[in-house]
Nanobody, 127 residues
């Protein structure tokens, strides 16, 4: 199983940017799709973005499309989430997750397909 640690969260004004990082350890993540999810207070965890094991395909929630970019550096065992034009409604705890299936042929957006989760990093956007 892969261990995941997120970093890069914080407080930012609306319109600002943050870059989240997720460092993997315990095994290589190079064969695994990776995803970002978020959970706001009182709401269910929701899909944000995901990237295939090769990095060649990505998928985004409609609410972040055009503002967020997911990327990965397999040599560093790290996945990133660049967040631009942040809005107050983006405020949430952001979680990194690793697919439970190696070399999955599609970019999953389903939480149940992800077998390893980080502890989360808080992102707060002020208006």
């Amino acid at each position: 199983q892969v261990q995941l640690v997120e970093s890069g969260g914080g407080l930012v004004q609306a319109g600002g940017s943050l870059r989240l990082s997720c460092a993997a350890s315990g095994r290589t993540m190079s064969t695994l799709g990776m995803g970002w999810f978020r959970q706001a207070p009182g709401k269910e965890r929701e899909f944000v973005a995901a990237i295939s094991w090769s990095g060649g395909r990505t998928n985004y929630a409609d609410s972040v499309k055009g503002r967020y970019t997911i990327s990965r550096d397999n040599s560093k065992n790290t996945v990133y989430l660049q967040m631009n034009s942040l809005r107050p409604e983006d405020t949430a705890v952001y979680f990194c997750a690793a697919d439970r299936t190696s070399f999955r042929g599609v970019v999953s957006t389903t939480p149940g397909d992800f077998g390893s989760w980080g502890q989360g990093t808080q992102v707060a956007v002020s208006s």
